[in-house]
């Protein structure tokens, strides 16, 4: 057994985004901020209409995957496609922007609290013009898996495997061969869960108070904590308990140019896209979800 220890820490930061949605961005805060194949990850959690009410109006993207997490509230998507989707507390969006696509995610509540997460997710240069695509997880599709010492892992994308049982999540086989997973520690309970060697992982501590391995380093609440490789993570709550997020991928080690919305490898693929864009040749066709 490897156990991974916590590396760095990247903390979040206050911003907005949108059409003024308040929200705390740690992954992305900063060009240099990212974590192979990992973009950016948002996290946005207010009881405050006036911070979420204007939403995400219609918007481009191309070369990556939105993942976008809700724990509370009521989103919807809409896209040039014809898709529209909606999210509910525990439901996820998968969306694979890859050639181009262009949506807006607006809220459908007037009132009470808006809570989840964004997270951007890397293509490789073989799929960043790949046809475009979309899909709806409903919280009822995305099983939980008991962890081994205690707690529990609702598997989101990749699989777990606990006392000799594998727990696979929707997502599953993608290049990144990504691993997100929403663990949910009571106070004191130490949990020790796979990862894939390889992979480039990171926690996000979003309620209560945890410590990551042997060593018991602290995780800072709302803080991207980068891990170094291993097999095994070991996770301890507080007195509090814990929720955090768990999130892996296989790292794609090509060179990211990234323009606002739009994620290439060369800075002409990022002005081929801003032309598409303002012709009006972002799309035109999506893959099945």
Do not use: C
């Not at 799929?127 to 205690?150: C, F, Q, V, W």
């Not at 997100?180 to 390889?198: F, Q, R, T």
């Not at 990211?256 to 994620?263: A, D, L, T």
Request: aromatic share 8%; no cysteine.
């Amino acid at each position: 057994m490897n156990e991974r220890t916590l590396r760095q820490v990247i903390p979040g930061q206050p911003t907005s985004d949108g059409a003024g949605v308040k929200l705390s961005r740690s992954l992305g805060s900063q060009p240099g901020l990212r974590f192979d194949p990992f973009l950016m990850l948002d996290e946005f959690y207010t009881d405050e209409p006036s911070d979420y009410l204007a939403g995400f109006p219609a918007h481009p993207h191309r070369g990556f995957e939105t993942v976008t997490y809700m724990l509370d509230g009521h989103m919807q998507h809409k896209d040039n496609f014809g898709h529209t989707g909606d999210l509910a507390p525990g439901d996820v969006q998968w969306m694979t922007a890859a050639r181009g696509i262009i949506h807006s995610e607006m809220p459908q509540q007037t009132a009470g609290r808006m809570r989840g997460f964004q997270l951007w997710l890397n293509l490789p240069a073989s799929e960043k013009m790949k046809p475009a695509g979309y899909r709806d997880i409903p919280s009822a599709k995305i099983p939980t898996a008991a962890l081994d010492g205690g707690g529990r892992a609702r598997v989101i994308a990749g699989s777990v495997t606990q006392s000799g049982v594998k727990t696979d999540g929707p997502v599953l086989g993608a290049t990144t061969a990504p691993l997100y997973l929403d663990i949910d520690l009571a106070a004191g309970v130490s949990a020790a869960v796979s990862v894939p060697n390889g992979h480039n992982a990171f926690v996000y501590l979003y309620e209560g108070t945890a410590s990551i391995g042997t060593e018991a380093r602290p995780l800072p609440l709302r803080g991207a904590g980068l891990l170094s490789d291993g097999d095994t993570l070991k996770l301890t709550a507080g007195a509090q308990g814990a929720r955090l997020l768990l999130i892996a991928g296989k790292p794609l080690r090509e060179p990211v140019v990234q323009y606002g919305p739009f994620v290439m490898n060369t800075r002409e693929e990022i002005e081929q896209a801003l032309e598409d864009y303002r012709s009006g040749r972002f799309g035109h066709e999506t893959e099945a979800a």
